[in-house]
């Protein structure tokens, strides 16, 4: 009987994961916390209807102040079982018109992707300590792979790469921090999603993606500690489970 939050949860890949969450059996997903900076009409329909199961807990990722009253909100919602896993996919995204000198955003992006992303971490540590599973999952994208790099210059986002980068680099930092803790922290591309980010000629549905996010996480285990995982789709070649190189 799991606890999840799942932060930027009110529409794309995070709503989509708070909706295959709630699908659950009551004894494997107990709540669903949908932590996010504003609720949508999509959220606050689950939630009305899921009521006891899914709540919904305002987060401002890029403000510490929110950070804070949403922690204790989810205390307050979570009880003395604490949280079992935190998904931090709340992020943002854009365009660059030219080439990289043109970036304008990027420390906006690294504020958000970033360094929201750790203060939120941070902040929910206490109530993970207090769950069983002590899973941490950033959602992440193959565009931060400089590995890969030649493959994505097609995406013009040099911003959202560079911060996604940094993002995998703060993974690794806090998977060998709290390793000897039981925690597993890894980063995750869950592919390229027709949602508001991704486009209508994306490869897969937001649905898709969340399922292919949440087979990931739920096989977690320590072994999988500090490591970029892509998302395993049947008859896509590009989708195969395995470790994205740095």
Not at 25 to 30: A, G, S
Not at 221 to 241: A, R
Request: glycine share 8%; proline share 3%.
């Amino acid at each position: 009987m799991a606890t999840y939050i799942v932060t930027g949860s009110s529409r794309g890949l995070g709503l989509a994961m708070v909706k295959n969450l709630i699908a659950r059996d009551p004894t494997e997903v107990r709540l669903v916390i949908a932590a996010t900076r504003k609720s949508s009409p999509a959220l606050d329909e689950i939630v009305k209807r899921e009521a006891g199961r899914v709540a919904f807990i305002p987060l401002d990722v890029s403000n510490e102040a929110s950070i804070a009253s949403s922690v204790e909100a989810a205390g307050s919602v979570a009880g003395q079982k604490g949280v079992d896993v935190l998904i931090n996919c709340a992020g943002v995204h854009s365009w660059v018109d030219g080439k990289t000198e043109k970036m304008s955003d990027l420390d906006h992006q690294l504020s958000v992707n970033v360094v929201g992303t750790h203060n939120v971490t941070r902040g929910f540590l206490p109530l993970l300590r207090m769950g069983k599973l002590k899973k941490v999952a950033n959602i992440s994208t193959f565009y931060a792979s400089m590995t890969l790099a030649e493959m994505s210059s097609f995406a013009n986002c040099p911003a959202y790469k560079i911060s996604k980068a940094a993002l995998n680099a703060l993974t690794v930092q806090y998977a060998m921090s709290y390793k000897d803790e039981g925690f597993t922290f890894l980063a995750v591309s869950p592919g390229w999603l027709k949602t508001d980010m991704g486009g209508d000629d994306a490869h897969l549905t937001a649905e898709e993606g969340a399922q292919a996010v949440l087979n990931i996480v739920d096989k977690a285990d320590t072994d999988s500690n500090g490591s970029f995982k892509n998302v395993e789709v049947p008859g896509w070649d590009m989708y195969d489970g395995k470790n994205v190189p740095w």
